[in-house]
């Protein structure tokens, strides 16, 4: 074999150092087999290059909460979630699940206290009275806060500070004679006019806020429909004068006067 031939033999030659061809891009020559390129020489795989050694940053949970309430009052429970408040806090996802299980229940610590902020009013010591009381207590509070409606329509979250309301109201009821079973279900009823009440005022504050020139409910009702709906046509021009022209409080006390009324034809149920 002569000189030129064996020069063309070794080019052909696979490098044994690298595994590869003499001048393979993305592995120079000397480097270890399974070194890859970018890492240095000794640095053990699985380490990322140029990141910190050490334990993972120490989150304040009281930072954790504060952010994440300030998001659901500025922007609504759908923009919360764990990795919205990691990235707001300079962190990881997984960091914030060192202290809450999931999203729920960061929901449930940026409710916790809510309640606490406003005193306890005096109550009436009549049971009635005190009943009413409670409830109109529970649709102010609600009504300075109503990011709380958001989450608590998610069910079963709710604020600890808050079930002192939900104990009067099942006390009075059944001092009032119902039963427990028709106190608790005094109890939802009063809930759902409250919840439903403060729901309809946000809409109607937002609907006023951003008017549109369609016609909604009642303007969409016209002389048109006079045959088919002959009451609505005729107080429709008035309808929002006379949805909002009521006391909560009033109405509050007819919901309970019709509860116990019921409660005291002497069902058992």
């Not at 206290?113 to 406003?118: D, H, K, L, S």
């Not at 005193?119 to 009549?126: I, S, Y």
């Not at 009075?172 to 039963?179: E, M, N, R, Y």
């Not at 809409?203 to 006079?226: G, I, L, W, Y």
Request: with cysteine; charged share 30%; aromatic share 6%.
């Amino acid at each position: 074999m002569s000189g030129t031939e064996k020069t063309e033999k070794t080019k052909k030659m696979k490098n044994p150092v690298t595994g590869g061809k003499p001048g393979t891009p993305g592995q120079p020559a000397g480097r270890p087999v399974g070194q890859p390129a970018g890492r240095p020489v000794g640095q053990p795989a699985g380490r990322p290059v140029g990141r910190p050694v050490g334990r993972p940053r120490r989150l304040d949970p009281e930072v954790m909460v504060a952010t994440a309430r300030r998001i659901v009052e500025e922007e609504g429970v759908a923009a919360l979630s764990m990795r919205r408040v990691a990235k707001e806090l300079g962190s990881t996802p997984m960091a914030l699940y060192h202290y809450v299980r999931d999203k729920d229940e960061l929901l449930m610590l940026t409710l916790s206290g809510t309640a606490a902020a406003f005193p306890r009013p005096e109550l009436p010591e009549d049971p009635r009275e005190r009943l009413v009381a409670v409830a109109a207590h529970m649709h102010d509070i609600i009504g300075r806060i109503p990011w709380v409606l958001d989450i608590l329509a998610l069910g079963e979250l709710t604020d600890r500070n808050a079930l002192w309301m939900v104990e009067e109201i099942i006390d009075c009821a059944l001092a009032c004679g119902l039963s427990p079973a028709r106190s608790v279900r005094a109890y939802r009823t009063i809930w759902s006019y409250v919840y439903g009440d403060l729901v309809f005022r946000r809409a109607a504050a937002r609907r006023a806020e951003n008017p549109s020139r369609r016609e909604f409910f009642p303007e969409m009702v016209t002389e048109k429909d006079a045959a088919e709906l002959p009451r609505l046509t005729e107080v429709k021009d008035r309808w929002r004068e006379y949805a909002a022209d009521y006391e909560t409080v009033e109405e509050l006390d007819a919901i309970v006067d019709g509860l116990l009324r019921r409660g005291s034809r002497g069902a058992k149920a």
